[in-house]
């Protein structure tokens, strides 16, 4: 034994001058197992994009950055980036497994209306929804299918948000959470329940509005169809800056609310409410206020008595489930505003349990938006969002019915 040991063949030793290279080769591979996307080795098989889907999308806080067909990356509004793999796919290694995503996503639970206007945008949402926070008697009159879903059980009310109950949402075993609950993070990484957060301050203009469908898409494999959906929402908004090119007199247009003459919250110019009402030629009074959020920010009354001034048309947040059934009883749930002229020679619109629920809807909300400021342009339009409140309250025997034309006349 010894004798044979003694003609084995000795490794030989790299020299001094092929060192460079070997470590050159080691970095590069280094390099391709550390960054994100590089190679793809370590989340299946690479490939090219699919050249109609876009490799990159900034949606307000949010980010779709496509890697390959078999990975894609989202920036969710917590700042964390998610890796999306199909299910049949190896676990990537360059990834945190906590943020790895298996996709198309199959049982979904969502908060909010426009969450699930969003997936119903998609055409998914009757396939994986399998729990909400919104309760049935809500869906009831402008989604009947929901409605009818969760009669049957196929859908769960977990609790309005954000008290959810999370004992009954791990029994449903979601793969997904969509939540704009922040704080709800550590638990669900508990229950190791895989979850994507949607809040936002920044994702309520016109077109991060538009988009957010194109944000959720690579969850479903529904990129086509985002990409169709806002398509067709942006055709709605040509048609109507087409519709209303020639109008000379811009109706003048206030959208907020008071709260007991404390808190003044209104809806800034660069809020897609601001934006569409300019879009459809009217004069937003609020579009100087701005800020970092696109969403209801706080003015004082005072500003809000100087606009109410010289506006035709006034866009209150309550509706009637707040007793808000005429101007009469807007006047008399906040006194300091019966004298703006909405109140005394114009219009007041509130919005209807569909106006929450219409996300999928979009471009139907926004062309009743433009009917609501031109009737004359859209003289068969019937409310849907909207109702339009009476001076004083209408007795029940004289009611007259819910739906309305833009305009005001049954």
């Given at each position: 034994?010894?004798?044979?040991?003694?003609?084995?063949?000795?490794?030989?030793?790299?020299?001094?001058?092929?060192?460079?290279?070997?470590?050159?080769?080691?970095?590069?591979?280094?390099?391709?197992?550390?960054?994100?996307?590089?190679?793809?080795?370590?989340?299946?098989?690479?490939?090219?994009?699919?050249?109609?889907?876009?490799?990159?999308?900034q949606i307000g806080e949010f980010s779709v950055r496509r890697v390959s067909d078999s990975r894609t990356e989202l920036r969710d509004s917590a700042g964390r980036w998610l890796t999306l793999v199909p299910h049949d796919a190896p676990l990537p290694l360059d990834c945190d497994p906590r943020l790895v995503l298996r996709v198309p996503a199959k049982r979904v639970v969502a908060y909010g209306h426009f969450t699930v206007g969003a997936l119903r945008a998609l055409g998914v949402a009757n396939e994986v929804l399998v729990g909400v926070t919104v309760p049935e008697s809500e869906w009831a009159g402008c989604s009947a299918d929901l409605a009818q879903a969760m009669q049957e059980g196929r859908i769960t009310w977990l609790g309005d948000a954000p008290h959810a109950d999370y004992e009954r949402l791990k029994r449903l075993e979601p793969d997904l959470v969509l939540t704009w609950d922040v704080a709800s993070l550590p638990l669900l990484e508990d229950l190791r329940i895989p979850a994507v957060v949607i809040a936002s301050s920044r994702f309520n203009t016109l077109e991060t509005r538009m988009r957010f469908a194109q944000?959720?898409?690579?969850?479903?494999?529904?990129?086509?169809?985002?990409?169709?959906?806002?398509?067709r929402v942006n055709r709605t908004l040509a048609g109507i800056r087409a519709r209303v090119a020639a109008v000379q007199e811009r109706p003048k247009v206030m959208w907020g609310e008071t709260h007991g003459g404390k808190r003044v919250i209104v809806e800034p110019g660069n809020s897609w409410i601001g934006e569409l009402v300019e879009l459809a030629r009217g004069d937003y009074l609020f579009k100087d206020v701005l800020g970092p959020r696109a969403c209801c920010l706080e003015i004082s009354l005072e500003r809000f008595l100087h606009s109410g001034k010289d506006a035709d048309l006034y866009f209150t947040y309550l509706g009637k489930s707040a007793g808000l059934t005429s101007k009469a009883a807007l006047a008399r749930m906040n006194p300091l505003i019966k004298d703006i002229r909405p109140l005394t020679q114009g219009r007041v619109y509130a919005p209807t349990p569909c106006y929450k629920q219409s996300m999928d809807r979009l471009d139907d909300l926004l062309t009743e938006i433009a009917a609501i400021l031109h009737p004359a342009l859209y003289p068969d339009r019937q409310l849907r969002y909207f109702e339009e409140l009476p001076d004083r309250e209408i007795p029940e025997?004289?009611?007259?019915?819910?739906?309305?034309?833009?305009?005001g006349q049954p």
């Open positions: 034994m010894k004798r044979q040991s003694q003609h084995r063949v000795r490794p030989r030793l790299l020299s001094g001058a092929e060192w460079p290279f070997v470590l050159l080769l080691l970095c590069a591979g280094l390099a391709l197992c550390l960054h994100p996307g590089a190679g793809q080795a370590s989340c299946g098989p690479a490939s090219a994009p699919a050249t109609d889907i876009p490799a990159f999308l944000f959720l898409a690579p969850l479903f494999g529904k990129e086509r169809e985002a990409a169709a959906w806002f398509a025997t004289a009611a007259l019915p819910q739906d309305r034309t833009a305009g």
